[in-house]
């Protein structure tokens, strides 16, 4: 794992949660990390279980030099589609930012920047690059924990354990009790056939 990209510059990196949701927002996370950061643990959230998720958040948090976290719900998503979506909700989290960065790095191979800051897409950037598995890490535990809380509105679904992945059960609650007023109408809800690996 690398710190910087860009070693002389105030680098960002940038990664999102919930792309393949059937529910629930997409989230964004932008972390700015010193330097010197270095951690024996951190890597792409998907390699870690709950427990070192939360873990690291915690001292993501205490050590960044800044972090935002944002997101992009479903009617958004549904209206401008779930990729541009994504790349709003990492727009969102970077401007929100208390320290401006001088550069950004962001997971994957497409990105739109709007704030007019230089850039980079990488990737598997996740487990190259300590911001991004950072921002992994936030996105995906802060989005966790909305899917937990909206799950007791409806239980049916089984949000708290699926967090609205296409998993089996959440398709057929889907086919049972049609669909919520957080589901994305724009996704094939009924047909999701190929089920999503998620971490509970």
């Known amino acids: 794992m690398k710190s910087y990209f860009q070693n002389s510059l105030i680098e960002?990196?940038?990664?999102?949660?919930?792309?393949?949701?059937?529910?629930?927002?997409?989230?964004?996370?932008?972390?700015?990390?010193?330097?010197?950061?270095?951690?024996?643990?951190?890597?792409?959230?998907?390699?870690?279980?709950?427990?070192?998720r939360y873990i690291l958040r915690d001292e993501i948090m205490q050590k960044a030099i800044s972090w935002s976290?944002?997101?992009?719900?479903?009617?958004?998503?549904?209206?401008?589609?779930?990729?541009?979506?994504?790349v709003c909700a990492m727009n969102k989290a970077i401007a929100q930012l208390s320290v401006n960065p001088e550069f950004i790095i962001v997971d994957g191979n497409y990105f739109i920047n709007s704030t007019g800051v230089p850039y980079?897409?990488?990737?598997?950037?996740?487990?190259?690059?300590?911001?991004?598995?950072?921002?992994?890490?936030?996105?995906?535990?802060?989005r966790d924990e909305y899917m937990v809380k909206i799950a007791s509105e409806h239980p049916q679904y089984c949000w708290e354990k699926n967090k609205g992945y296409p998993s089996k059960e959440h398709?057929?609650?889907i086919a049972r009790y049609g669909i919520s007023p957080y589901h994305r109408k724009s996704f094939k809800l009924h047909f999701a056939q190929t089920e999503i690996p998620f971490d509970s």
């Open 171 to 173: 398709r057929m609650a």
């Open 120 to 142: 980079k897409t990488i990737v598997k950037g996740d487990s190259l690059y300590y911001s991004i598995a950072a921002a992994s890490v936030l996105a995906k535990t802060f």
């Open 69 to 86: 976290v944002a997101s992009c719900n479903n009617t958004e998503i549904d209206g401008m589609n779930i990729l541009k979506a994504a």
């Open 12 to 52: 960002a990196g940038c990664d999102e949660a919930g792309r393949g949701c059937l529910a629930g927002p997409v989230f964004a996370a932008a972390v700015i990390l010193p330097q010197n950061f270095r951690h024996e643990t951190l890597t792409d959230s998907k390699k870690l279980s709950k427990k070192q």
